[in-house]
């Protein structure tokens, strides 16, 4: 399965607007380490972990302060 399918199907029990959240930042998201990170969070239902991991690549990205 794709990794793109594998979120898709992960965010899925989630709140659509969660979820759209998320595929916007996976759009963004360019480092597949990042991105593997992600998946393997949510893979084990940490929510907040991936969040977090979109938030420092976002805030890298922006030069915001973590």
Known sequence: M????TIETL???YDKAL????LAAIDDIRNGVTL????EKLERGD?????D?????????????A
Do not use: H, M, W, Y
């Open 53 to 65: 991991v979109c938030t420092a690549v976002t805030n890298q990205a922006t030069g915001a302060p």
């Open 36 to 39: 593997k990170a992600v998946v």
């Open 11 to 13: 965010l899925s029990r």
């Open 2 to 5: 794709a990794i793109r399918d």
């Open 19 to 22: 979820r759209e959240a998320f």
């Open 47 to 51: 929510v907040a972990g991936a969040v």
